[in-house]
Structures are given as C-alpha cells and as structure tokens.
C-alpha cells in the first residue's frame, strides 16, 4: 500500500470503523495511527517515540515534566495520547498546543511513509472506551489531505535536491576532528549554516532542522558539501527509553456543561516566543479600545499589508496572523470583533481553522469572511458547511470588503 492509498483508506475508515489501531510497518519503517472517534488521534512511530515526542512538545514551547505521569498510563493505547488527554486535563496543555503536537507528528510520519513503495497494513479495534474529548484534538480526513499535500511536495524537494539515498532519522557525524582543518569547521558553521555541536553524532536531521529552525530539506542540503568532502559520516542512533507503562485505568475528559470553561482557561497565553510582540501590540490597541479589531488571518505579506492600510484608512484596528496555529493566543487575547481567513494557508487547511474558530466559545458569533480566489459553488458550500459567515473572492475589492464588513459589524 502507497501513502495516497492509505489516506484514502483513512477517509473511508474515520467515517465507518470504531476506533482502531492500524499498524504500518515494512523493512524501514514500523508506525501505528490511532483512530478514535473519527479523526486520526495520534501517530507512534516504534524506533524514535520519545525523540519525537519531544522535540514536538519543545517546538511549542512547553516545559512540562510529562515523565512523571508516565506510571500511571494504561497499555491499551499509545501513552502518548494518554499524556496528550493528561496534559490538558492538568492545564499543562492547550487544546491548541495538543493539535498542533499531533500535527507535527503525523506530518513526519506521512514524510517517511510517502518515501516508501510499498508496507504491510493490519487492523485491530481499541479495546478500551474513547472519550470524545479527543475529537476536538485529533485531526479529521480534511486535516489529514492537507497534510498530505505538504508532505508530497517536501517529498518531491527532498528528491529533486537527490536525497532520496538519506534518512532524516540519521545522525550526521563529523569525522574525527584531527582529519578537518579549521577553515572545514568554520565553512560549515558559518557558510553551511549547522553547528558543529549538532554534527557529534547526538542528533538526528529531525532534531538539527528544529534545533537551527530551518527546514528538513535547507538542513539535509547544506549537509551536502560536508558529504563530498568526505568531512562527515551518518550513523544510526537509539532512542531514549520508553516510559514505564503500569496497567491503570485513565481518566477521561468529559464534555458537559463546564467543557466552555474549560476550554477558554486551558488556551495558555504565555508563549514566550511571541510575549514581547503581544505586549508592544496590546499597548497599542488600548490607546483606541473604541475602535473594532480586524483579524486577517493570511501567509501573504503583501495581501497582510494591503488590508492593513485599507482597514486602517476605514477608522479599524487590524491583527495581521500569517501563522494561524500559533496565533490563536492573540485571537483569544484581543477577541477581534471580525475575521478575515484565508482558505490556503501554510500549515492549516482555512476550513479546519474555521470549523476550530466555530468549536471554541468565544468565536461562535464572530463573523468570519473567508478569502480565497477559488470562487466555486462548491467553495461556496464548504465554508458554509464549517461555518463562514460570508465568502469573498481574493484578492477583495475594498468597497466590496468594506461593505461587507460594515455589514456584519453592524
């Protein structure tokens, strides 16, 4: 079975099966997707779990000690989605932070599956009860094409840059440092862009593409002179031990009638990477709180910068949010009386993100225009289904986007 057929699978099986457990694995690779109330919930990969369990929580800045609630999980699902459920229960967690986990994860598992020809698929049902707090973590078939669509075209960079022959698992290792020069370290600190503390055989390509925060495919490929000068060697590296599983009951999430509290209190406004910026933006935005807050919600600096001076120019505020997953904390923050969301965006399927904004209680009324230059009825009928307010061709006239906005501003 190939990555396009398996999703495909996946599609069919959300849709009907109860939650399972589905098992890949050939020769090179060996994952497990954990299927619970018909969304993907999770993906555990055998050879590296806790590398990659780690450095998806240090990509979002948490600090939580999770090994200490290790103990206390039970065998019958991945402990990773066990800690997923304890870490929002504990407010160690956001629910946004937790998808955005779960995301990276299955992003590099679709990464390596997409390398493969050909795995074998086996099924086998979860045997124990799935609380439906899950869902609101776990991603749905949409979530998972999306994710496909970035994957496959990393996949087509990775080969069309011949790096087909490599692993991102691997551990790139200078060779002894008696055999390189000093003008060989610094090349490849400072024209190549790695350090070499990350080429002492410790790291993966996974761990150095987080670490210097470039991509999977600009890393390997700087990688590359080091390769032909024969300065450097790739190794395999063991993982770090898995935690120990007691056979104990895990206690669920359950959705009644605090579920809105909860939620609302467990978003964590303290994501340290973007506090300065917010606190410089709140200052300015109390100097005109009469004023109503557009949020545009796009990747495009240019799109940003001409709804900016349009909206201003009008007497709005603007929040400009080219990342929308990490910029859920100033959505929450500053509560924009109207939305602006681009449908095709980075890291985020635009209907995902408004079905997310619609599910969270503080954004239930918001207005949310949906941008896109797909303009079709069909369109139309899938931000209508995840609850767009209104839809609007991009780029937007001004009148038309002004109208609009008056419109449901008022």
Same mark, same amino acid.
């Given at each position: 079975?190939?990555?396009?057929?398996?999703?495909?699978?996946?599609?069919?099986?959300?849709?009907?099966?109860?939650?399972?457990?589905?098992?890949?694995?050939?020769?090179?690779?060996?994952?497990?997707?954990? *299927?619970?109330?018909?969304?993907?919930?999770? =993906?555990?990969?055998?050879?590296?779990?806790?590398?990659?369990?780690?450095?998806?929580?240090?990509?979002?800045?948490?600090?939580?000690?999770?090994?200490?609630?290790?103990?206390?999980?039970?065998?019958?699902?991945?402990?990773?989605?066990?800690?997923?459920?304890?870490?929002?229960?504990?407010?160690?967690?956001?629910?946004?932070?937790?998808?955005?986990? *779960?995301?990276?994860?299955?992003?590099?598992?679709?990464?390596?599956?997409?390398?493969?020809?050909?795995?074998?698929?086996? +099924?086998?049902?979860?045997?124990?009860?799935?609380?439906?707090?899950?869902?609101? +973590?776990?991603?749905?078939?949409?979530?998972?094409?999306?994710?496909?669509?970035?994957?496959?075209?990393?996949?087509?960079?990775?080969?069309?840059?011949?790096?087909?022959?490599?692993?991102?698992?691997?551990?790139?290792?200078?060779?002894?440092?008696?055999?390189?020069?000093?003008?060989?370290?610094?090349?490849?600190?400072?024209?190549?862009?790695?350090?070499?503390?990350?080429?002492?055989?410790?790291?993966?390509?996974?761990?150095?593409?987080?670490?210097?925060?470039?991509?999977?495919?600009?890393?390997?490929?700087?990688?590359?002179?080091?390769?032909?000068?024969?300065?450097?060697?790739?190794?395999?590296?063991?993982?770090?031990?898995?935690?120990?599983?007691?056979?104990?009951?895990?206690?669920? *999430?359950? *959705?009644?009638?605090?579920?809105?509290?909860?939620?609302?209190?467990?978003?964590?406004?303290?994501?340290?990477?973007?506090?300065?910026?917010?606190?410089?933006?709140?200052?300015?935005?109390?100097?005109?709180?009469?004023?109503?807050?557009?949020?545009?919600?796009?990747?495009?600096?240019?799109?940003?910068?001409?709804?900016?001076?349009?909206?201003?120019? =009008?007497?709005?505020?603007?929040?400009?949010?080219?990342?929308?997953?990490?910029?859920?904390?100033?959505?929450?923050?500053?509560?924009?009386?109207?939305?602006?969301?681009?449908?095709?965006?980075?890291?985020?399927?635009?209907?995902?993100?408004?079905?997310?904004?619609?599910?969270?209680?503080?954004?239930?009324?918001?207005?949310?225009?949906?941008?896109?230059?797909?303009?079709?009825?069909?369109?139309?009928?899938?931000?209508?289904?995840?609850?767009?307010?209104?839809?609007?061709?991009?780029?937007?006239?001004?009148?038309?986007?002004?109208?609009?906005?008056?419109?449901?501003?008022?």
């Amino acid at each position: 079975m190939r990555l396009i057929n398996l999703l495909e699978d996946l599609s069919n099986r959300v849709k009907y099966d109860e939650n399972c457990e589905i098992h890949l694995h050939n020769h090179h690779v060996d994952w497990k997707l954990y *299927i619970v109330n018909n969304r993907l919930l999770y =993906a555990a990969d055998r050879a590296y779990p806790i590398r990659r369990w780690d450095r998806a929580l240090n990509q979002q800045g948490c600090t939580w000690n999770w090994s200490l609630q290790a103990a206390q999980l039970a065998r019958s699902i991945a402990w990773e989605c066990q800690l997923l459920e304890q870490g929002i229960r504990q407010k160690q967690l956001s629910f946004i932070r937790a998808k955005l986990i *779960i995301r990276t994860i299955v992003q590099e598992c679709f990464f390596e599956l997409a390398s493969c020809s050909d795995f074998d698929q086996t +099924i086998q049902t979860i045997p124990i009860k799935i609380d439906s707090s899950y869902q609101i +973590i776990a991603l749905s078939a949409l979530e998972l094409q999306a994710i496909l669509r970035q994957v496959l075209t990393q996949q087509h960079r990775w080969q069309d840059a011949g790096l087909s022959h490599l692993s991102p698992n691997l551990s790139p290792t200078l060779k002894s440092t008696a055999n390189l020069s000093a003008s060989s370290l610094s090349a490849t600190r400072n024209s190549e862009g790695i350090p070499p503390l990350y080429l002492n055989g410790q790291f993966m390509i996974w761990d150095i593409a987080h670490k210097v925060e470039q991509s999977l495919i600009t890393v390997t490929d700087r990688l590359l002179p080091l390769i032909e000068q024969n300065l450097l060697q790739f190794k395999e590296i063991v993982d770090s031990p898995v935690p120990l599983i007691e056979n104990s009951r895990v206690t669920p *999430i359950h *959705i009644d009638s605090d579920f809105k509290a909860l939620l609302q209190q467990s978003i964590d406004f303290g994501e340290t990477s973007a506090k300065v910026d917010r606190h410089a933006q709140s200052d300015a935005f109390s100097l005109t709180r009469e004023l109503p807050i557009i949020a545009c919600i796009d990747d495009s600096p240019v799109l940003s910068h001409t709804l900016n001076k349009v909206l201003t120019e =009008a007497g709005y505020r603007t929040l400009s949010i080219q990342e929308p997953m990490r910029g859920f904390t100033q959505l929450i923050e500053h509560k924009p009386d109207l939305i602006l969301l681009d449908l095709m965006l980075p890291n985020a399927d635009g209907y995902s993100i408004c079905r997310f904004l619609r599910n969270t209680p503080v954004f239930q009324k918001t207005p949310i225009i949906i941008l896109t230059a797909q303009n079709t009825a069909i369109d139309r009928a899938c931000a209508k289904a995840a609850g767009a307010t209104a839809f609007l061709s991009k780029p937007p006239q001004p009148e038309e986007l002004l109208h609009l906005i008056k419109e449901y501003l008022h």
